[in-house]
């Protein structure tokens, strides 16, 4: 890998030496601390490059072939490769790569699929559903009627029963398979059946592992639902943005809802830097690092349990872990800004029950650096010793800059 191209870009020192300090620092701040976040990565220089591309200036709205503007020859062969490349790695009829965003895409699958005051049946927020799953706050929980299924006390995982029975009882017109937070896969076939058993789509929010499912290394939902919606900057390493897949009988009504109802314009630049994306998840090499994030994954769930936390559903299958510190004596807060402090940096999360925050971290971007078992071990142990108050922040702080330097995300 070579070195981030725009912010080396002697032309951005020049003209905006403000900005540029700025954006050199944010690339301090990444080499030099731990992303834990669950829903970060790195992506490479070759999507960095398309992102900084001239497709950025170009007006591209409709889709290939049917633009309303011209000169889209060009932004057309980009997108019908981003197209054909998404289809070719999930195994879907249809695919459409101009979601801004994963919420655009869940918007969009709505839009395509319901009607205003629709019920909808998702997991509850409290239990790691997306904003997009029915939050007041968000356009979801105030075009429709969603109903919240949730997470068995004991095990963590889904409730299937409380699925089956809600769905019974509500007549959702849609349900939804998704998570924020949810370390295990979704029983995709389960929710198939329930879905045809009461007469409701099913829609896959796989925002999160997405990126595993392009590896491999976790099941695909595309045969199950009518339509799985997406974002290309997390596991899956693009840039920023989303996508949806359907069946072909779904495709013109996906295409329309994404534009002209919820969208203007597509990012070009963007779709573009998808399509590198695309190209680079279908390579052995991706399929190796997704199952590396997984085995990370696991060896990180399981060594922070044995420092004491209590890890939900006592493990993981994915890149992502939640875990309550509080049986080291910290509540999630307290514990995200004293580990912020010591360069680790990570989410906190609802906990599936009672009001505690816990901790949310993944491995997508310590893996795309290199790291493997080894130092997942040696991250578990140093966070709970900042946890537990036995290393002082400066000390681990420096601990971590030797670790995250050791390992650079865009070596020169
Ligand atoms: C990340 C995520 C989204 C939203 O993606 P944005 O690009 O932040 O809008 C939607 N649904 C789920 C399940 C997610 O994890």
């Known amino acids: 890998m070579t070195v981030t191209p725009a912010i080396e870009a002697d032309v951005l020192r020049r003209q905006d030496p403000e900005l540029a300090d700025l954006l050199l ?3 301090r701040r990444q080499a030099t601390t ?6 970060e990565n790195f992506s490479s220089p070759a999507v960095l490059a398309a992102l900084g591309s001239p497709l ?7 889709y290939p072939g049917a633009r309303h503007h011209g000169g889209c020859e060009i932004a057309d062969a980009a997108e019908r ?10 195994g879907a009829d249809h695919a459409n790569v101009q979601p801004h965003s994963g919420s655009s895409a869940v918007l969009a699958a709505y839009a395509a699929l319901l009607r205003p005051g629709d019920t909808v049946l998702a997991l509850g927020l409290p239990h790691g559903g997306h904003l997009t799953h029915g939050s007041p706050a968000n356009f979801s929980g105030r075009w429709f009627d969603f109903v919240g299924y949730g997470l068995e006390a004991d095990s963590g995982l889904v409730d299937h029963e409380q699925v089956r029975a809600l769905a019974r009882t509500r007549r959702p017109k849609a349900i939804v398979c998704g998570s924020i937070a949810y ?5 995709h076939a389960f929710f198939r059946e329930v879905a045809d058993e009461v007469g409701a789509y099913l ?6 592992p997405l990126g595993l499912v392009a590896g491999g290394a976790a099941p695909n939902p595309v045969p199950y639902a009518d339509v799985v919606c997406g974002t290309t900057h997390k596991v899956l390493r693009g840039p920023r943005g989303g996508l949806i897949l359907c069946r072909a009988d779904l495709a013109e009504r996906v295409d329309r809802a994404v534009f002209p109802f919820t969208q203007g314009g597509a990012q070009m630049h963007t779709v573009a830097a998808k399509a590198v994306a695309f190209g680079e998840a279908a390579t052995p090499a991706f399929s190796a690092y997704a199952h590396q994030v997984v085995a990370n994954a696991r060896v990180l769930a399981s060594r922070l349990a044995a420092e004491g936390l209590a890890v939900t559903t006592g493990g993981t299958d994915t890149h992502l872990i939640t875990a309550d510190p509080a049986p080291l004596g910290v509540d999630g807060r307290t514990a995200r800004s004293r580990l912020a402090a010591a360069g680790l940096v990570l989410d906190c999360c ?5 009001d505690a925050r816990g901790l949310r971290l993944g491995t997508a971007a310590v893996t795309t650096q290199g790291m493997g078992e080894g130092e997942m071990t040696r991250i578990a142990h140093l966070l709970a010793a900042v946890l537990r108050n036995v290393t002082d922040p400066s000390t681990a702080r420096e601990e971590v800059r030797e670790l995250a330097g050791a390992f650079p995300p865009y070596p020169h």
Do not use: M, S, T
């Open 81 to 90: 490769l981003a197209v054909d490349r998404a289809r070719a790695l999930f």
């Open 34 to 39: 731990l992303q834990l976040i669950a829903a």
């Open 56 to 62: 950025a200036n170009k007006y591209a709205e409709g």
């Open 350 to 354: 609802a906990l599936p029950h009672g």
């Open 25 to 27: 620092a944010e690339r």
């Open 203 to 208: 829609i896959a929010d796989a925002a999160h």
């Open 183 to 187: 370390p295990r896969h979704f029983d």
